[in-house]
T-cell receptor, first 112, second 113 residues
């Protein structure tokens, strides 16, 4: 158990809908990262937050957004969902950006 | 941006044998190289990492080597056991303001009892 908690574990929805994925980092970790894992693209970095502020952006679509709250949990919002958004979404956390990242068990998103 | 190539994509070994997985990276500014193990239905689990100021690091049956000149790094697992069966990912990060990990495509390791 990495100590990173992601909810829900599974999410099934339809095209055009909006969903919110939640991540609670390990106790004491200030930095949160979101990754997408798909069969064709592999594991890809989406976005990073540190102590509430956005620090880095990767291949994140404009339809996706995220935030980190004062209690350090983070949410990833996906809107106008398309079939191609079906993937595993992982959250990782670290004490600060220069420390190793530990991953949660992910949210499996299925778009029907 | 950074590109990480990983091979082989699949690897089968007999229990007790060694397994080696290799990765190359493109950005010479990368300085942090972790390895993750992912089991079915689970998230990637950090198993070992190395920074660019070190050439080799060992943790029991697992070792990682880094060749900065050639821009490649390798994972070595000795005395493999069935529970080592999983998908292994290498990754690279530049650090210093750019800590996101760029992952290889993964290696599915099967240890045959």
């Amino acid at each position: 158990d990495s100590g990173v908690t992601q909810t829900p574990k599974h999410l099934i929805t339809a095209t055009g809908q909006r969903v919110t994925l939640r991540c609670s980092p390990r106790s004491g970790d200030l930095s949160v990262y979101w990754y997408q894992q798909s069969l064709d693209q592999g594991l890809q970095f989406l976005i990073q937050y540190y102590n509430g502020e956005e620090r880095a952006k990767g291949n994140i679509l404009e339809r996706f957004s995220a935030q980190q709250f004062p209690d350090l949990h983070s949410e990833l919002n996906l809107s106008s969902l398309e079939l191609g958004d079906s993937a595993l979404y992982f959250c990782a956390s670290s004490p600060n950006p220069d420390q190793p990242q530990h991953f949660g068990d992910g949210t499996r998103l299925s778009i029907l | 941006g950074e590109n990480v190539e990983q091979h082989p994509s699949t690897l089968s070994v007999q229990e007790g044998d060694s397994a080696v997985i290799k990765c190359t990276y493109s950005d010479s500014a990368s300085n942090y190289f972790p390895w993750y193990k992912q089991e079915l239905g689970k998230g990637p689990q950090l198993i070992i990492d190395i920074r660019s100021n070190v050439g080799e690091k060992k943790d029991q049956r697992i070792a990682v080597t880094l060749n900065k000149t050639a821009k490649h790094f390798s994972l070595h697992i000795t005395e493999t056991q069935p529970e080592d069966s999983a998908v292994y990912f290498c990754a690279a990060s530049k650090g210093t303001g750019s800590y996101q990990l760029t992952f290889g495509k993964g290696t599915k390791l099967s240890v045959i009892p």
